[in-house]
């Protein structure tokens, strides 16, 4: 397997949680906990570069698509609720109005 995807590094062990990608997955007592993981080693509340065109545009589509992982993968409307201000505070944080968001 390392020969093949020798640009990607796995670190496996046996646990009751795991992060894979930007998916965080427990197991509580029996029940499957999951919600959005952040890479800890990037900076938070940094927006994508945009290199060409309208990044107000671009910026509003990265929202709303950030928006579906956190629906599809958070266990709890709190959890949910606590990406969604994640990703508004880090519109706020770069510039972009409240309107905006």
Request: glycine fraction near 4%; include cysteine; charged fraction near 20%.
């Amino acid at each position: 397997m390392k020969s093949e995807y020798h640009h990607l590094s796995f670190d496996i062990h046996i646990g009751k949680n795991l992060n894979y990608l930007d998916l965080y997955l427990e197991n509580r007592h029996g029940l499957l906990y999951s919600r959005v993981h952040h890479q800890p080693n990037q900076q938070p509340y940094t927006l994508p570069y945009i290199s060409k065109g309208n990044s107000i545009r671009k910026h509003s589509h990265w929202l709303r698509s950030s928006l579906k992982p956190a629906v599809r993968y958070c266990t709890t409307i709190e959890d949910f609720n606590q990406e969604r201000i994640y990703l508004e505070m880090t519109c706020l944080a770069n510039g972009y109005s409240v309107e905006f968001v």
